[in-house]
């Protein structure tokens, strides 16, 4: 397997304020994703972003393959933000999506 | 369009006892995965169905066993339930082992 390691572990910030979280691979991975997991559990697909950068609103993402981590920007944070986000990726062979073990944010008005 | 649907929400188990789990995939997925998520963890990987067949299986027991249907819905059983089996069961598909997964709203299982 591999270790996904997401850093920082828990954040907490003012509404408004601006974050960046951060995945680390242990080995080189395909199809990398951010979820967003809701205080409900529902997890929701936020970016597939094997390569490059993409932008969603007030969230964009970017991966550097090479380099094995990716990065997620939350600008303008809301309280709807909080909750638990993910990222995860696939070994070039292989059907099984390694996961990180979270970073928790919780966004205060 | 739906998405990926889970039955039941939750459900309280005794030790010792089995348990089916329910998954419909997205319209349009064939590929259904099954993921298991302890309280504070990341998902963790059980194993994966393509073609009605089981095509890759994480680091779980023979006890955990899995089934999936000509119309890509698919079960996950667990026999002779242990309390470390309480979690939440998460339910992903997508149309290719390759893509993006989307997951339900999960089974959160408790075992007294």
């Known amino acids: 397997g591999i270790q996904v390691e997401q850093s920082p572990p828990d954040l907490i910030l003012q509404e408004g304020a601006n974050s960046t979280l951060r995945c680390n691979f242990s080995?080189?991975?395909?199809?990398l994703q951010w979820f967003h997991q809701n205080p409900w559990g529902q997890l929701i697909n936020l970016f597939y972003?094997?390569?490059g950068t993409k932008q969603n609103g007030r969230l964009s993402a970017t991966t550097v393959a090479t380099e094995r981590y990716s990065l997620l920007y939350i600008s303008s944070s809301q309280t709807t933000d909080s909750g638990v986000y993910f990222c995860?990726?696939?070994?070039?062979?292989?059907?099984?999506?390694?996961f990180g073990t979270g970073t928790s944010l919780t966004v205060i008005p | 369009d739906a998405g990926v649907t889970q039955s039941p929400t939750h459900l309280i188990k005794t030790r010792g006892q089995q348990v089916t789990l329910r998954c419909s995939p997205k319209?349009?997925?064939?590929?259904v995965s099954w993921y298991q998520q302890a309280l504070g963890q990341g998902p963790q990987f059980i194993f994966q169905?393509?073609?009605?067949?089981?095509?890759q299986r994480g680091n779980f027991p023979d006890r955990f066993s899995g089934h999936q249907f000509p119309n890509y819905s698919s079960e996950l059983n667990v026999n002779a339930l242990l309390l470390g089996d309480s979690a939440l069961y998460l339910c992903?598909?997508?149309?290719?082992?390759?893509?993006?997964?989307?997951f339900g709203n999960g089974t959160r299982l408790t075992v007294t």
């Open positions: 972003i094997p390569s």
């Open positions: 319209s349009g997925h064939d590929t």
């Open positions: 992903a598909s997508s149309p290719d082992r390759a893509l993006g997964l989307h």
């Open positions: 995860a990726g696939l070994l070039n062979t292989g059907n099984q999506f390694y």
């Open positions: 080995d080189s991975v395909n199809n």
């Open positions: 169905y393509y073609e009605e067949e089981e095509r």
